[in-house]
C-alpha cells in the first residue's frame, strides 16, 4: 500500500543552524501539507502547497520557514536559523484532492530537536 | 474561525470495554468533514474514522464508531471491545471548509486514552 515517507526519523541541531526535513509523498497525490506537534501540545498546520506554490500557510511559518517540490517526487520544509521552540515532531501529509477524498496521509514525523 | 474541543485530556478503560471520547466543534460550514485519529507511542498519525457533514448515518469502522450531532456540533468517538493496542492518543480534527483547495486539517488537543488489562 503505498505511503507517505520522512527522513530523518530523528534530527538534532544547534540553535542558529538551516535543518531540511524531506517527505516523499503518495506518488499520485496533488496536495500537500507540513504540520508541526510541539511535544505534549495540539497539532498546528504549517503550510500546504498545490500546483507547485503555497496555497495557505499560518502564522508560524514566517519568513524562517519555506517549502519546496524540487524534483516532481520529494516535498521539503526548510527552516533556515533555527530556535529552540521550533524542536517539535513534523508531520507531512498528502492528499489525492479528489472529489470525497479528504483523507490526508500523513507520514511517521521527523522529531526536531534544536539545542 | 474553526475550533475543536476535546474536554478529557486523559481517559483509562479495562480491556473488552467500551468507551467514549468527546469532540465538539464550531465551524461556519454547511459542508466539512470530521476525522478522528489515533498517535500511538510511535507518534505516527493513523486515521480511524472520518464522517463526512451532509451523511445523517453515523460512520463506522469495525469496533470503532461515531456518534454525530451535527446540530449540536458534537462528533464523539466510541471504541467497543477496547484492546490493549488501542491504548494511544486521540485526536478530533475538521477540514476546514470547502470552498477552493483550502483543505487545512483543524485540531483539538488530544484525550490520552489508555487501556488496562
Known amino acids: 500500500e503505498p505511503e507517505v515517507t520522512q527522513t530523518p526519523s530523528h534530527q538534532v541541531t544547534q540553535m542558529g543552524q538551516e535543518v531540511i526535513l524531506r517527505c516523499v509523498p503518495i506518488s499520485n497525490h496533488l496536495y500537500f501539507y507540513w504540520y508541526r506537534q510541539i511535544l505534549g501540545q495540539k497539532v498546528e498546520f504549517l503550510v500546504s502547497?498545490?500546483?507547485?506554490?503555497?496555497?495557505?500557510k499560518s502564522e508560524i511559518f514566517d519568513d524562517q520557514f519555506s517549502v519546496e517540490r524540487p524534483d516532481g517526487s520529494n516535498f521539503t520544509l526548510k527552516i533556515r536559523s533555527t530556535k529552540l521552540e521550533d524542536s517539535a515532531m513534523y508531520f507531512c501529509?498528502?492528499?489525492?484532492?479528489?472529489?470525497?477524498?479528504?483523507?490526508?496521509?500523513f507520514g511517521p514525523g521527523t522529531r526536531l530537536t534544536v539545542l | 474561525a474553526q475550533t475543536v474541543t476535546q474536554s478529557q485530556p486523559e481517559m483509562s478503560v479495562q480491556e473488552a470495554e467500551t468507551v467514549t471520547l468527546s469532540c465538539t466543534y464550531d465551524t461556519s460550514e454547511s459542508n466539512y468533514y470530521l476525522f478522528w485519529y489515533k498517535q500511538p507511542p510511535s507518534r505516527q498519525m493513523i486515521l480511524v474514522i472520518r464522517?463526512?457533514?451532509?451523511k445523517q448515518q453515523n460512520a463506522t469502522e469495525n469496533r470503532f464508531s461515531v456518534n454525530f450531532q451535527k446540530a449540536a456540533k458534537s462528533f464523539s468517538l466510541k471504541i467497543s471491545d477496547s484492546q490493549l493496542g488501542d491504548t494511544a492518543m486521540y485526536f478530533c480534527?475538521?477540514?476546514?471548509?470547502?470552498?477552493?483547495?483550502?483543505?487545512?486539517?483543524?485540531w483539538g488537543l488530544g484525550t490520552s486514552l489508555a487501556v488496562n488489562p
Open positions: 480534527a475538521l477540514i476546514d471548509g470547502y470552498a477552493g483547495n483550502n483543505r487545512k486539517l483543524i
Open positions: 501529509a498528502s492528499n489525492p484532492l479528489l472529489a470525497g477524498e479528504d483523507e490526508q496521509f
Open positions: 502547497f498545490y500546483n507547485n506554490e503555497i496555497s495557505e
Open positions: 464522517q463526512e457533514a451532509y
